[in-house]
């Protein structure tokens, strides 16, 4: 498990998650100083309560002549203006508008508001208004469940009873517990078969190969594919299109950024894929593989993991429309991509603009932190190999990592929790995204997550991982029976909400293409 923090008293906030976006980074302190008093609303049950804070928000108080507020007065100042209970603590907030949005900690205000300065006028005062997540200190002490007791988030629930057609109590007890788990721990842990298991272990064999030899080619060889490959100007509609928009008339809101193929991050290189689309004619292999017997098995056996985690994924959902009374239907008619198979005969037009599925399997081979003679002392413990964030879509299903490290932030705890340490290979993580966090109204909310920095000994040995990240369609619309007026698409909250207001997606002003949801 995560390390605990040291025991506070009542008067001190718990200490937030580590290695959050820094309040130390140059950029984020030039945009905060010499800026007003950010005014912020703060919610508590049913009282509320308006305060200017002097940003940044820091965790001693600021030498005398310096700008800056720190967060044990800022938690004193709250606790007697909205009466909190004696014994509790602010633990994290939520956005007051958003109140499926994942609970981040007070910290991470600074990175907000420097958002939102950067595109303000300087003379100009963001107004925040955020929900208290408030907790009793005693929570600090209690352990984790661990191993198989019924309170434990690492008791596996067995996958073929949660998928099993035929409803039974055995399949009402597995999807209760796993929702359960979802709901209080922020994953779940399924058990799956020893064949089953043997799919991504396999693929991690073949794929860590691949990516070697793809770093060997040079870009221009390398595998990379879009959703939308049509070329600007071409509008198979047959009507006007806007050249400099990424919105047509056949599909209105496929991004230009999704992608499939070969890509890399300075922590990491990985292989992304997506479901080819029957109905858009979309082969499989794709045209890159058809070159060798070889390469076409490759392919394939990714179809099959491919396929594999996507049905995984749909049974998680099945089973929280289940349990949370969601319609299942508008589920997976509205919101997910068909799954049919193109029939090998095909021989039909192709749609160019829709060719794989919205959902999306990373593999990925992390770098070695204790590369190039540099010992696992000598690391920077805050360079993580993944950084702290929730995900976008619907569920994330992912199989044992080569070598552990996922941690998931245990709000009540104050600490990360190691999903993997105790997991073998039958044992696949499950966890929410901020899409169903969005359809449960937060009953279900995206935990923070993050990957610390990983050391190995030898190069070969590299941790690879590969969560497949189930998604709605960009077109779906998530709020059906809210006004018209109220309603946004997949798209929308992407675009809209996710990628400009959550703290640790960060902008790219040096792209400014639609990212790759």
């Given at each position: 498990?995560?390390?605990?923090?040291?025991?506070?008293?009542?008067?001190?906030?718990?200490?937030?998650?580590?290695?959050?976006?820094?309040?130390?980074?140059?950029?984020?302190?030039?945009?905060?100083?010499?800026?007003?008093?950010?005014?912020?609303?703060?919610?508590?049950?049913?009282?509320?309560?308006?305060?200017?804070?002097?940003?940044?928000?820091?965790?001693?108080?600021?030498?005398?002549?310096?700008?800056?507020?720190?967060?044990?007065?800022?938690?004193?100042?709250?606790?007697?203006?909205?009466?909190?209970?004696?014994?509790?603590?602010?633990?994290?907030?939520?956005?007051?508008?958003?109140?499926?949005?994942?609970?981040?900690?007070?910290?991470?205000?600074?990175?907000?508001?420097?958002?939102?300065?950067?595109?303000?006028?300087?003379?100009?005062?963001?107004?925040?208004?955020?929900?208290?997540?408030?907790?009793?200190?005693?929570?600090?002490?209690?352990?984790?469940?661990?191993?198989?007791?019924?309170?434990?988030?690492?008791?596996?629930?067995?996958?073929?009873?949660?998928?099993?057609?035929?409803?039974?109590?055995?399949?009402?007890l597995a999807r209760r517990r796993f929702v359960h788990n979802l709901q209080g721990f922020g994953f779940a842990r399924l058990e799956v078969t020893p064949q089953q298991a043997k799919i991504p272990q396999k693929a991690f064999e073949k794929v860590r190969k691949w990516l070697m030899?793809?770093?060997?080619?040079?870009?221009?060889?390398?595998?990379?594919?879009?959703?939308?490959?049509?070329?600007?100007?071409?509008?198979?509609?047959?009507?006007?299109?806007?050249?400099?928009?990424?919105?047509?008339?056949?599909?209105?809101v496929i991004s230009r950024g999704r992608r499939v193929g070969f890509s890399a991050d300075r922590n990491r290189e990985y292989m992304q894929l997506r479901l080819p689309i029957a109905a858009s004619g979309t082969p499989w292999p794709p045209a890159y593989f058809q070159d060798s017997d070889e390469n076409k098995e490759f392919a394939n056996e990714m179809l099959t993991l491919l396929e594999l985690l996507d049905d995984i994924s749909r049974d998680c959902m099945r089973?929280?429309?289940?349990?949370?009374?969601?319609?299942?239907?508008?589920?997976?008619?509205?919101?997910?991509?068909?799954?049919?198979?193109?029939?090998?005969?095909?021989?039909?037009?192709?749609?160019?603009?829709?060719?794989?599925?919205?959902?999306?399997?990373?593999i990925y081979n992390y770098r070695n932190k204790a590369a190039n003679g540099k010992i696992p002392a000598e690391v920077d413990p805050n360079d993580n190999s993944c950084g702290v964030h929730a995900d976008l879509g619907l569920v994330t299903v992912s199989p044992l990592a080569t070598v552990p490290g996922l941690q998931m932030w245990n709000l009540e705890r104050m600490t990360w929790s190691d999903v993997e340490e105790t997991a073998s290979t039958i044992h696949f993580s499950v966890f929410a995204g901020e899409t169903l966090g969005l359809l449960t109204h937060g009953v279900i909310s995206a935990p923070l997550h993050r990957v610390p920095p990983i050391c190995v000994e030898a190069e070969?040995?590299?941790?690879?991982?590969?969560?497949?990240?189930?998604?709605?369609?960009?077109?779906?619309?998530?709020?059906?029976?809210?006004?018209?007026?109220?309603?946004?698409?997949?798209r929308d909250f992407m675009e809209d909400i996710v990628f400009k207001k959550r703290p640790w997606r960060r902008e790219n002003s040096s792209n400014p293409a639609p990212p790759d949801y």
């Open positions: 498990m995560g390390q605990s923090p040291s025991k506070s008293s009542a008067a001190r906030p718990p200490t937030p998650p580590p290695s959050t976006p820094s309040t130390s980074k140059n950029g984020i302190l030039d945009v905060l100083t010499g800026r007003p008093p950010l005014v912020c609303t703060f919610y508590y049950e049913c009282q509320e309560f308006t305060q200017e804070i002097q940003l940044p928000l820091v965790y001693d108080r600021p030498p005398p002549g310096t700008q800056g507020t720190a967060l044990m007065d800022l938690e004193l100042e709250l606790r007697e203006k909205l009466q909190l209970p004696e014994g509790s603590s602010i633990f994290a907030v939520i956005p007051a508008d958003e109140l499926y949005s994942p609970a981040y900690p007070l910290v991470m205000i600074n990175i907000v508001a420097a958002r939102l300065y950067a595109h303000t006028e300087e003379a100009r005062v963001p107004v925040l208004t955020y929900v208290l997540v408030v907790r009793h200190m005693g929570l600090l002490k209690q352990p984790l469940p661990m191993g198989n007791a019924y309170e434990s988030p690492f008791f596996a629930v067995n996958a073929a009873t949660l998928a099993e057609k035929k409803n039974s109590i055995a399949r009402t030899g793809q770093l060997e080619l040079s870009k221009e060889k390398r595998w990379v594919d879009f959703v939308d490959v049509r070329k600007v100007g071409e509008n198979e509609g047959g009507g006007d299109e806007n050249p400099s928009d990424s919105l047509f008339t056949s599909h209105p089973a929280v429309c289940e349990v949370l009374n969601i319609d299942e239907s508008w589920v997976f008619e509205e919101l997910l991509d068909d799954r049919a198979r193109l029939p090998e005969s095909f021989c039909g037009l192709r749609d160019k603009s829709y060719q794989y599925g919205s959902s999306v399997l990373r070969a040995e590299r941790r690879m991982s590969m969560p497949y990240f189930l998604r709605a369609k960009p077109g779906a619309c998530l709020n059906p029976k809210t006004p018209a007026s109220e309603q946004i698409t997949c």
